[in-house]
């Protein structure tokens, strides 16, 4: 797997991901837009709405547009995408306040019952997943899409009970540092579990939640 968002950092100027779009002005009256012509306009407006953010979450913004295209959703402090990719919804955020590092900004959930014998050891694991029982979802924040796999990933180990926390947390450590290597443990190349988090029929059913 290409690390798309190593090789986004590495870039430099992220900016130029998705050149200068600027989109033509919509046409007026009530013929619906091409699509080409709706997402040009959305990119020019996730563009501008980023445009005074901070260095590193205005990186990561364009790092999730260039892996999935415009934000279906966006405000001034958040970008977001619905179903895309393996992930129900797909969050990044202008700042990151603690316990949160300022660059754990990139939120990413999926649909996976947890055990309530789980939920102990799962809170016990930390790494930025937190868990909805209320509407299942089971969510990461983290720096990057590859380490919220990972941790996803992982979790859902510890709600299995293949690992305790304490074990997981070790293997998120290391896969961590061997990444920096340039070396990516299959756990931080996608999800290595079945969600069905890209149903219609479950994203209908919940509402925006930032």
Request: proline share 9%; hydrophobic share 40%.
């Amino acid at each position: 797997m290409r690390p798309v968002w190593k090789s986004v950092l590495a870039a430099g100027a992220a900016a130029t991901l998705l050149g200068s779009a600027t989109g033509p002005a919509w046409p007026s009256g009530d013929r619906p837009d091409p699509p080409g012509l709706r997402a040009s306009g959305k990119a020019a407006r996730a563009q501008a709405a980023i445009a005074g953010w901070p260095a590193y979450p205005a990186m990561a913004a364009r790092a999730m547009m260039e892996q999935y295209g415009p934000p279906d959703e966006l405000d001034a402090l958040h970008l977001a995408w619905s179903r895309n990719g393996p992930w129900l919804r797909t969050v990044v955020h202008k700042t990151a306040q603690f316990p949160f590092s300022s660059q754990d900004v990139l939120e990413q959930t999926v649909i996976h019952a947890v055990p309530q014998e789980r939920w102990p050891a799962l809170a016990g694991f930390g790494h930025g997943v937190s868990y909805d029982p209320a509407s299942g979802e089971l969510s990461s924040r983290s720096s990057s899409e590859e380490t919220n796999f990972l941790a996803l990933n992982l979790a859902v180990d510890i709600a299995r009970g293949r690992m305790s926390p304490e074990e997981a947390g070790s293997l998120y450590s290391r896969s961590v540092a061997e990444s920096m290597a340039g070396r990516y443990s299959r756990y931080m190349q996608g999800l290595l579990f079945v969600s069905p988090s890209t149903s219609p029929a479950m994203d209908r059913r919940r509402q925006r939640r930032w």
